[in-house]
């Protein structure tokens, strides 16, 4: 395990400086493995690190941070026989918890080094990885407008997420969309479409998934809901009765279609904003990212 390529965020403003990089390589080698640290400054510099790892040959490439850090890191590694190894560094932390995958750095740390090697899907939606789940509606206009209050406003993320959850809820848009799936076609006005790279479980594991390799998306779309009905889709899901919910979607397949009058939509992908040009071609990728994870 020599020549482990790391690649952290450090653009999240998490004090990665001084002696952290020190401690960083310490830690690994404690575990008998020397490890090549680069902070990154932004996703660019880190797909760049990665794409030149990949050209050197390196087997092992550990990407640092939050979901958005591995989805860069693995966009470049999906398809290849180059493992991926995780350090949780961000606040949500989903594909790690859903890998069990342990959070703390230390116990990370040795997960990169002594893990087993396991498959999993990735969803792909125009040529666009993810590794969690990817959304149009709502939820990317939110993103957009918590971004713009942060960069502009100086304000942190979750009292700007508070207020654009609270802005977008009142504006409350609509998106006319065509869905086809499994050979059907379903129209559906809606605020959100949501797509799951494999299912998302209900009940008190909301957010969570069982499996990484179904090879299968999961998709879940509402039919004009009101604001009181959003909520009651909430309460349907916390109590694990979501697929019973009325005019609520929830729909398996190996690929999707979504089509719309739009010539751009703002698409989500593990929480990143892109603007595309519809049709939205959905499809999943199984088994095409080898992930370093515990020992069952």
């Excluded at 002696?19 to 510099?45: M, N």
């Excluded at 802005?167 to 499994?182: D, E, G």
């Excluded at 559906?188 to 499996?211: D, K, M, S």
């Excluded at 004009?224 to 899901?237: D, F, M, N, Q, S």
Aim: aromatic content about 6%.
């Amino acid at each position: 395990m020599n020549n482990i390529v790391v690649i952290v965020n450090a653009s999240a403003g998490l004090g990665y400086c001084g002696g952290w990089s020190a401690a960083l390589k310490e830690q690994f080698r404690r575990h008998g493995a020397a490890a090549e640290i680069t902070l990154a400054q932004s996703g660019d510099e880190m797909i760049a690190r990665a794409e030149r790892a990949l050209a050197e040959g390196a087997p092992l490439v550990v990407a640092g941070g939050g979901d958005g850090t591995i989805n860069a890191v693995a966009s470049v590694l999906v398809g290849t026989a180059t493992r991926l190894g995780v350090l949780p560094l961000g606040t949500l932390n989903h594909f790690a918890k859903d890998l069990k995958i342990p959070l703390a750095l230390e116990g990370a740390v040795a997960n990169v080094v002594h893990g087993v090697v396991r498959q999993v899907d990735v969803g792909e939606v125009n040529g666009r990885i993810f590794v969690n789940n990817s959304s149009l509606g709502i939820y990317p206009d939110i993103v957009r407008d918590r971004e713009q209050q942060q960069r502009h406003l100086g304000r942190g993320k979750w009292p700007a997420f508070g207020r654009a959850l609270f802005a977008a809820l009142r504006r409350f848009p609509f998106l006319s969309v065509r869905l086809k799936i499994n050979g059907a076609e379903h129209l559906r006005r809606t605020p959100f479409v949501f797509i799951g790279n494999n299912e998302y479980l209900q009940g008190l594991t909301l957010g969570a998934r069982e499996r990484l390799d179904s090879g299968k998306l999961c998709l879940y779309v509402a039919q004009k809901p009101t604001r009181l009905g959003l909520l009651r889709y909430a309460l349907h899901a916390l109590f694990g009765k979501l697929r019973e919910a009325r005019d609520f979607d929830v729909l398996s397949a190996t690929s999707l279609e979504i089509e719309t009058r739009h010539r751009h939509l703002r698409v989500a992908t593990d929480g990143e904003v892109t603007l595309m040009k519809p049709p939205l071609c959905y499809r999943s990728r199984a088994a095409a990212l080898h992930v370093i994870v515990p020992a069952a």
